[in-house]
């Protein structure tokens, strides 16, 4: 026989597990919408250069503009402009491993398991630190 | 080519690499880059940088399914996760100081003897250790999984947490020199040496690529290597890709996985080992 509050305990971790799949399947699920719905606002914007050699090449060549920064994708984001959308999708999507992580350290501290707690915070404080030294060379 | 052809074969070739990769626990950059370098004429700066998005695509398109499934083991992932992120930031600083020609040399042969060695190990369903060492068990790090060919819940335990524990290490060091690999080092590491089923082996590396992913693919960002027009068809094909990968792996053969990524690590291996020799 499992005790009572053992048996609670679990089932409260399976609850948050269950959680933050659902969580995840959402998110997978607004990145796809933003990125294909983006694909598809740039085609529709001028819908003759999708069969375009030059065009391609012209995506292709050095200097071709996109959006870099989070600003510049909010900007065109308001004037549905179609590789701003997509950046989102993106961008979205790059955030949910980090939100993986950080919900799962949410699970070992609902389980009260302190060790777990601390590894989970170690490595998204690695992961901090990599971008910051990313970003500094 | 066109912008709409481009689409439609990176589409295509991403959906197969995302397949791939939910399967085998990699990132399926060994499929992505050289197709679209190769095929379709793009900069492999933004290949790389669509690769990587890549990455995080496949982990996340797999993430919901494995999850809910508990495929993945999340405690073996967080411990390794401290020593793959330590190791790519070792790599990091190491870059430029190492001679890289021989490094793809080395690491080419250890992949071909790694994949001797899974090789040695086809014909096992899931055979697993019946006693944890005392790090994994006081880590607990063991765990159960269903497993539907076998049609029934087995339950394993986690041994040599510490010589795991270096590897990981290493490959961190590798993928943060090299930009390749990552994955295809984890499986073999967590299969072999710490004995973990091999399902659930890709199903951690999977997860684990995708959150050492998210930090190299914020620097990309970054840097401007993440062109939309290249990055969309391949993290949507891939997404789409890895979420058909999670259900194929249930109808898989352990065994039939092992022999997959057995011709993965010699093709790897190839490729390294060329391109330390072409230097």
């Known amino acids: 026989m499992i005790p009572e509050k053992e048996r609670d305990a679990g089932e409260r971790v399976l609850r948050?597990?269950?959680?933050?799949?659902?969580?995840?399947?959402?998110?997978?699920?607004?990145?796809?919408?933003?990125?294909?719905?983006?694909?598809?606002?740039?085609?529709?914007?001028?819908?003759?250069?999708?069969?375009?050699?030059?065009?391609?090449?012209?995506?292709?060549?050095?200097?071709?503009?996109?959006?870099?920064?989070?600003?510049?994708?909010?900007?065109?984001?308001?004037?549905?402009?179609?590789?701003?959308?997509?950046?989102?999708?993106?961008?979205?999507?790059?955030?949910?491993?980090?939100?993986?992580?950080?919900?799962?350290?949410?699970?070992?501290?609902?389980?009260?398991?302190?060790?777990?707690?601390?590894?989970?915070?170690?490595?998204?404080?690695?992961?901090?630190?990599?971008?910051?030294?990313?970003?500094?060379? | 080519m066109t912008p709409l052809t481009f689409t439609l074969v990176a589409f295509a070739v991403s959906l197969f690499a995302g397949l791939l990769g939910s399967l085998l626990g990699i990132g399926g950059g060994i499929v992505i880059i050289p197709a679209l370098t190769l095929l379709c004429g793009i900069d492999i700066r933004y290949a790389i940088g669509s690769s990587i998005v890549a990455v995080v695509a496949t982990s996340s398109g797999a993430a919901a399914a494995y999850l809910r499934e508990r495929m993945t083991n999340l405690r073996v992932a967080m411990v390794l996760e401290l020593a793959t992120v330590s190791g790519a930031l070792t790599g990091a600083f190491l870059a430029g100081?190492?001679?890289?020609?021989?490094?793809?040399?080395?690491?080419?042969?250890?992949?071909?003897?790694?994949?001797?060695?899974?090789?040695?190990?086809?014909?096992?369903?899931?055979?697993?250790?019946?006693?944890?060492?005392?790090?994994?068990?006081?880590?607990?790090?063991?765990?159960?999984?269903?497993?539907?060919?076998?049609?029934?819940?087995?339950?394993?335990?986690?041994?040599?947490?510490?010589?795991?524990?270096?590897?990981?290490?290493?490959?961190?060091?590798?993928?943060?020199?090299?930009?390749?690999?990552?994955?295809?080092?984890?499986?073999?590491?967590?299969?072999?040496?710490?004995?973990?089923?091999?399902?659930?082996?890709?199903a951690t590396s999977n997860f684990m690529i995708g959150v050492t992913a998210t930090a190299s693919a914020a620097i990309y960002f970054h840097r401007g290597d993440i062109d939309p027009f290249v990055a969309a068809p391949v993290a949507a094909g891939v997404l789409l890709g890895s979420a058909a990968g999670t259900r194929l792996l249930h109808r898989i053969r352990s065994s039939t996985l092992r022999g997959i990524f057995v011709l993965l690590l010699l093709a790897v291996a190839v490729q390294m080992v060329a391109r330390g020799v072409r230097g």
Do not use: C
């Open chain 2, 97 to 202: 100081k190492i001679a890289n020609r021989w490094l793809y040399i080395v690491f080419g042969v250890m992949m071909a003897y790694t994949s001797l060695m899974m090789l040695k190990r086809r014909g096992e369903e899931a055979v697993t250790t019946a006693a944890g060492t005392p790090w994994a068990e006081y880590l607990r790090l063991g765990d159960r999984y269903y497993d539907a060919i076998l049609g029934r819940e087995v339950a394993y335990q986690v041994v040599r947490t510490r010589v795991g524990l270096g590897l990981m290490y290493l490959a961190g060091i590798v993928s943060g020199l090299l930009g390749i690999g990552s994955g295809a080092l984890k499986v073999p590491a967590m299969d072999l040496v710490m004995r973990l089923p091999l399902k659930v082996s890709t």
């Open chain 1, 16 to 137: 948050v597990e269950r959680l933050v799949a659902t969580l995840l399947r959402f998110g997978v699920i607004a990145a796809f919408l933003f990125i294909t719905g983006g694909m598809l606002l740039s085609a529709l914007h001028q819908p003759q250069l999708i069969f375009s050699r030059a065009e391609y090449l012209r995506l292709l060549s050095p200097g071709a503009a996109f959006p870099r920064t989070v600003s510049e994708v909010a900007g065109g984001l308001v004037h549905l402009h179609g590789p701003a959308v997509t950046t989102a999708g993106i961008l979205l999507l790059l955030t949910l491993p980090a939100l993986r992580v950080l919900l799962t350290g949410v699970i070992f501290a609902v389980q009260k398991d302190r060790i777990f707690v601390l590894i989970t915070f170690g490595v998204l404080l690695l992961l901090a630190l990599s971008v910051a030294l990313g970003k500094i060379a």
